[in-house]
């Protein structure tokens, strides 16, 4: 996390805000800059993301409130257009897994 001790350096701060920066990136409490997360840590971390809010809001709505949480996991990804679509029009968690499976980043 070289942007939160740069910050803190150049402002004498002793602790940074984080906010949208932990959607989809939560190795952030740990320091960690993505390019250090391996993809398989990126894959187990969203399935299990995925079964908490399938667990909490129900199949639907988990579903739906999960969808922008996998944008943002997948975002340096590489997905191509039609990948990410499928992915993120999925309305049914077993097609989002199916999708989600296939995809090869």
Avoid at 58 to 76: I, M, N, P, Q, W
Wanted: charged share 30%.
């Amino acid at each position: 996390m070289a942007d939160i001790e740069r910050v803190k350096r150049l402002t004498g701060c002793e602790a940074v805000m984080i906010g949208r920066a932990a959607v989809g990136n939560p190795w952030i409490f740990s320091r960690l800059d993505r390019s250090q997360v391996s993809v398989e840590l990126v894959r187990s971390t969203m399935l299990r993301h995925l079964e908490a809010m399938l667990a909490f809001y129900g199949d639907e709505l988990g579903l739906v409130r999960f969808r922008k949480h996998a944008s943002r996991y997948l975002a340096s990804a590489g997905l191509n257009p039609e990948q990410r679509r499928d992915l993120l029009t999925a309305e049914r968690p077993a097609e989002f897994l199916e999708i989600f499976d296939a995809l090869d980043f």
